[in-house]
């Protein structure tokens, strides 16, 4: 996912709207529904690190639950898997509602992801990751999948300059031209050439966004510009990875940010 | 009620002085000089509003020294802290672009002296949205 291997928090973009700070700024913000993220399974490297009452995995083949409990195997990394948005129960496979049962859920949930971690996870199946996770964080990174374009010629997808609509030119303004090389033939067209094709509905991740605000009571995140994706996409967020030191190189920044904030703390 | 329209309602102001398209307002806006606040009037005639829910604006034009000067204000920003209305005027469509082209006596509206008649700031109040909202809520 990303660089740095932190907590983070798994939502859904509501849409974008904007506020106003106290001093009449208008801030255009993307208000993202942010967990709550039942934990779902941890990882460890050993398998002895895992909590009491989850060092057994069942391989009960459809035989009497509880008797074919093995030990579980060592996972080899530190991770948290979480989950966001019901699906209905009925709408799960057995599977996914058996995973799902293990962290004491009723159905299972759409949006499933792993945060990778550097230490071994205090957080057990059937906890619940929130927003509170950001708590002194200003700037976040938000990873999400792309709105579809489909099939988009080169202008629209590399930003490949158009052909002259005068001057002569006839019926060719959106091609992309030469592709090759004029001597040499041999060689070809170059791998990775930029050509049409299909555009969007790719993952990206857009760092260091800043948060406006946090409503951990209904566990809304608002973040300031926009996030990839269409109204209602998932988001992975996490803390950002650009450092904290060049956002310490500009202290102005900083302080204007927590100024705006404590502003719409106070304001509203 | 859709998510994020009840939460633009809570960043928008609960109540609105009652404008619209034609009518000649005063703008209070807030400005800040150093550290002092103070009120700035901009007078002037109300020619369009764009956009709804909390991004809604409305455009005023007024003429100083013989030339045209078009200010967009942000409805609910806490900027505009009051817009009182000195006249109505009756119009017959939603933008006044037309006075633009009009200079002197020809840029006045017939003044609208009788009662209402038709709801005012209707389409660029959030008042009906947010009484709405509040039943809603009591519903719930």
Known sequence: MTGRNTLGILGKKLGMSQVFLDDGTCVPVTIVQAGPCPVMQVKMVNAAEHPEGHRKASINKGKKSGKHDRARAADGYYAVQVGFDERAARLCSKAELGHAKKSGLDSGLRF?????????????????????VFEGISHVDVTGTTKGRGWTGVIKRWNFATQDHTHGNSKVTRRAGGIGRQYNTSHGVPKGKKMGGQYGVEQVTIQKLEVVKTDAERNLLYIRGAVPGHANGY???TPTVKNEREMS???????????????????? | MNIMRQLELEHMKSSLPDFGAGDTVDVHYLIKEGEKERVQLFSGTVIAFHGHGIS?????????????????????????????????????RAKLYYLREREGKKTRLTRNLGPKKWPRSGAGSGLSDTKASTDAASVE
């Not at chain 1, 190189?249 to 509203?268: D, F, H, L, Q, W």
């Open chain 1, 112 to 132: 499933i992801r792993e945060f990778r971690l550097d230490k071994a996870p205090t957080q057990v199946p059937g906890d619940s990751l929130t927003v509170s």
């Open chain 1, 235 to 237: 988001l992975v967020i």
């Open chain 1, 249 to 268: 190189e500009k202290p102005g920044m900083a302080v204007s940010n927590a100024a705006a904030k404590a502003m719409i703390a106070k304001g509203r």
């Open chain 2, 56 to 92: 809604k604006t409305f455009k005023v034009r007024r003429i100083v020294a013989g030339e045209g000067v078009e200010r967009t204000f942000a409805l609910h920003s806490s900027r505009v802290a009051d817009v009182t209305v000195k006249g109505r005027g009756i119009i017959r």
